[in-house]
């Protein structure tokens, strides 16, 4: 790790992080504990934690926020939904979001000139008929 990603992780951890939990729980109206593998979004290349801050935060932040438009859905959110942990893959086939044990478990591809995260759309989707 160069001091670039030494720099950024530091960012993150100590303005991003707690800036985008403050909104999430606001929105949410509940706390729920963000867990970040912090390895695996410094391994490859420094996009990752740029991406994780400029797409995935907002990606989950406009999640929530669908979701919570609809206050029965916002209640069962609450109740459900204790922690998100995010990790960052190599390969698009490792991508998924998995829900279990009130963790909402999100796989992004964020590595190199191309990547993909699960958008707000599909975490919406896919949390919808769990809820």
Known sequence: MGLLEKRQIVQVKN?????????????????????????SYILYDEFPLKRLVNFVFI????????????????????VKLKRIQLRNCMDEKEMEVVFRD???FITDQLVGDTFSNNMANVLVNYMKPIL
Request: net charge negative.
């Open 15 to 39: 303005i991003d992080l707690p800036l985008f939990k403050e909104q999430l729980n606001k929105i949410i109206g509940s706390d729920v504990e963000v867990a970040i593998e912090w390895d």
């Open 59 to 78: 990606d989950i932040i406009d999640f929530v926020k669908s979701i919570c438009n609809d206050e029965m859905l916002k209640q069962r959110l609450q």
């Open 102 to 104: 009130e963790t909402l």
